[in-house]
């Protein structure tokens, strides 16, 4: 019987299984190539334009569209999985991840609900994190896009657990309470959003001093609270932060717990940078007190480098976690078949989304592949490279350390007249070199380039890579003046 056009599966399935064996080896040549790679290149206009075309109307091969892949688009992305890329917080992915990826694309399980394995996968990598926080049995997790929507997710329970369930009918306007929230001055702008989201205001969220080691001020905190509930505010959650994407600060999470919990508030750890450092032995003393929090978010795809997009989220009590989110099922979803419909609550009930890719594969995957004891030794890794490159900053003249190195993020910047546009230029330079990609920040005022180590193929040859170059690049920019891009960073 011939095949009916309407179909999108291949007319023939060999010359697909040949042409998807090529695919699978160009991208295990990338990763295994990376090195040999700049880590960041403009694409330049041609391919650019190619992007700018309209909707096609006719069919193109696979072969042709993997030709144009490889032409335009892999030469050309952000490669966060080059050993020389520092910018932002973000993991290097692995092998393993990717395939798991391919393999949950081909099953193309809805993961909202049912009693199919891909949930009792995610809910066995919420066992394997409640053991990890010290959680009880009873405590709900979800694997979400990131810890944005993580946070998200956290900051609406806090509310429901202190307005009760009626706030998600009646709305904030019917509520007496003023409700504000605590962090640190330098908490991740996604609470902010967080909090515009949820009905808050952003305005609400007290930014509370830091010390010199750029974690919150707990005794300003504290006055913080007292203060507002002076004025009738209420305090209704306050922020630790497990790692800061500016400086990898850790906060003093056990006595914020203390204070939170004092004050009635909920108290939640954003740990998208640092909290799955509790695998480790040696990293794990500094995460005292995450274990008392009602809440974590949990980036997998940093330090955990599993493949983007894997975030998560850890609440305590599971109870304020349905009541936030849960709502009666569409006469489809749900009926008479308790073999099928049987598994409660479902993941559906603990967010906000229905369509739910198979996240929880490429975590398992990478979790059971490698270990636990194997990826603390990884994260040691990073912390170890960040000790070094801060060590070698401390000890040069013409560098200096902007902040202490707490974990795997170092801030630094080249010691001379007119620093800050000097050490912009020489952040620019390194980046259209190809040979590096930190990031910048301001620290008190200053202009600092930040090299966050999240990557498990960065070695002592990129820390040598990007102080070479930012020392020879400073020499030449505060004697000089002109454009970065017109000197050759790799001299």
């Known amino acids: 019987m011939s095949q009916p056009t309407t179909t999108l599966d291949p007319s023939d399935w060999a ?11 160009d991208m295990l040549d990338y990763l295994s190539t990376i090195r040999e790679r700049p880590v960041w290149q403009p694409a330049p206009e041609p391919v650019q334009e190619t992007f700018h075309k309209g909707l096609p109307l006719k069919p193109t091969s696979l072969c042709e569209t993997h030709a144009l892949f490889l032409q335009s688009v892999l030469p050309y992305a952000m490669a966060n999985n080059h050993p020389g890329f520092m910018g932002w917080v973000q993991g290097g992915g692995t092998a393993v991840g990717m395939l798991a990826e391919m393999l949950a694309s081909g099953l193309n399980s809805n993961s ?18 409640r053991q990890l926080f010290e959680f009880p049995s009873s405590a709900t997790g979800l694997l979400v896009t990131g810890s944005s929507m993580a946070n998200l997710i956290a900051l609406l329970v806090a509310r429901t657990a202190k307005l009760g369930k009626s706030v998600r009918g009646a709305g904030l306007q019917s509520m007496q309470e003023r409700l504000v929230a605590y962090a640190s001055a330098d908490v991740h702008s996604c609470i902010e959003r967080a909090l515009e989201i949820a009905g808050i205001g952003g305005n609400q969220l007290r930014k509370v001093p830091m010390n010199h080691r750029f974690e919150v001020d707990c005794q300003s905190l504290e006055e913080q609270m007292e203060a507002d509930l002076r004025e009738g505010w209420t305090p209704f959650c306050v922020i630790g932060t497990a790692g800061t994407a500016n400086v990898g600060a850790i906060d003093d999470l056990a006595r914020i717990a203390e204070i939170a919990h004092r004050h009635g508030a909920w108290f939640h750890v954003d740990g998208a940078c640092g909290a799955l450092g509790k695998m480790s032995a040696l990293i794990a003393p500094q995460l005292n ?10 980036d997998f795809h940093k330090w955990g480098q599993v493949p983007l997009d894997a975030g998560f989220v850890m609440v305590r009590d599971s109870q304020w976690h349905q009541d936030t989110f849960s709502f009666p099922p569409a006469a489809y979803l749900r009926g008479e078949n308790q073999d099928i419909h049987a598994a409660v609550p479902w993941p559906c009930d603990l967010g ?3 369509s739910r ?5 490429k975590v398992w995957f990478t979790i059971y592949v490698f270990g636990s ?19 070698r900053i401390a000890e040069s003249s013409e560098l200096e350390l902007l902040a202490p190195v707490s974990l795997n993020i170092v801030c630094f910047r080249y010691r001379c007249p007119d620093a800050d546009r000097v050490n912009a230029e020489i952040l620019l330079a390194i980046q259209k070199s190809g040979i590096a990609f930190p990031s910048e920040t301001k620290l008190q ?21 990007l102080l070479a170059a930012s020392t020879r690049l400073g020499r030449t920019l505060s004697e000089m003046s002109g454009r970065s891009d017109q000197y050759n960073v790799d001299g």
């Open 15 to 25: 010359a697909l299984r040949a042409q998807s064996h090529r695919m699978l080896d």
């Open 112 to 129: 909202a609900g049912s009693d199919a394995i891909p949930l009792q996968v995610e809910q066995q990598v919420t066992q394997w994190m």
């Open 289 to 298: 007190g995450i274990e008392k929090a009602d809440s974590i978010a949990i």
């Open 352 to 354: 906000p989304d229905l």
């Open 357 to 361: 890719s198979f996240k929880a594969l």
């Open 373 to 391: 004891e194997q990826l603390a030794r990884m994260m040691e890794h990073t912390c170890e490279l960040a000790k070094y490159l801060g060590s």
């Open 445 to 465: 005022g200053k202009f600092a380039i930040r090299a966050a180590i999240f990557n498990h193929r960065t070695t002592k040859i990129e820390m040598d890579h």
